[in-house]
């Protein structure tokens, strides 16, 4: 399996931390966010890493390099920054050849197994969110649909989706009340969706995003 990381959120909220830098290579003790995010990768196996980059780019290859140093092989792709993920998916065309991808944001610090996960999300036939305490994780294992948009599903890993369309309701997603999902339903449906919530349990969600 193949993992595309999220490293293009500029974190505007977080000023004066992100004025001259990005949100995933703000430091954490001693490195920065995105190189916790890479070991996670690297303890699940998963080498090859397709790097989603926007502001500070030059600064995060520089930082990474092609990976050699975790024994990865890194390539990037440039955004305008905080696009929807299912947007960059779609982008990337002919270099998705896989049914299935590991979406996983550099710019979150996690406290699970990422193994384990993958192990859970492995027995589910949809796509599969990781959920910390009611919290998107910012990782998501997607499937590839039969459909007009077959990366749909990765806009689960848009690090607002939670406030923005969904809450947790009897331990199962739901839209939040008045949620316009027009959109979404000419962009395509979203089907049994599975959701991790606190590391354990697995639950499936049908709707739209």
């Excluded at 890194?74 to 590991?102: H, I, N």
Aim: aromatic share 6%; proline share 3%; charged share 20%.
């Amino acid at each position: 399996m193949k993992a595309i990381l999220f490293a293009d959120r500029s974190g505007e909220e977080l000023q004066p931390l992100t004025t001259k830098t990005c949100v995933a290579l703000l430091p954490m003790a001693t490195k920065p966010l995105i190189e916790y995010t890479l070991d996670e990768l690297l303890s699940a196996h998963l080498q090859e890493v397709i790097v989603v980059i926007s502001a500070h780019a030059e600064d995060i290859e520089q930082r990474l390099g092609n990976g050699e140093r975790w024994g990865m092989q890194l390539d990037y792709v440039l955004t305008r920054g905080q696009e929807e993920p299912a947007t960059v998916l779609s982008r990337l065309g002919a270099r998705l050849a896989d049914s299935e991808y590991l979406l996983i944001r550099g710019d979150i610090l996690r406290s699970f197994k990422l193994r384990h996960f993958l192990n859970q999300a492995s027995l589910e036939n949809g796509s599969t969110l990781a959920v910390i305490n009611g919290h998107n994780a910012g990782v998501c294992l997607v499937r590839k649909q039969a459909s007009l948009h077959p990366w749909q599903a990765g806009n689960l890993l848009r690090w607002d989706v939670f406030s923005a369309f969904l809450k947790i309701s009897s331990n199962h997603l739901v839209p939040k009340a008045g949620t316009d999902y027009s959109a979404a339903d000419q962009a395509g449906r979203t089907d049994n969706v599975a959701v991790a919530i606190d590391h354990a349990q697995l639950l499936s969600w049908e709707g739209n995003l």
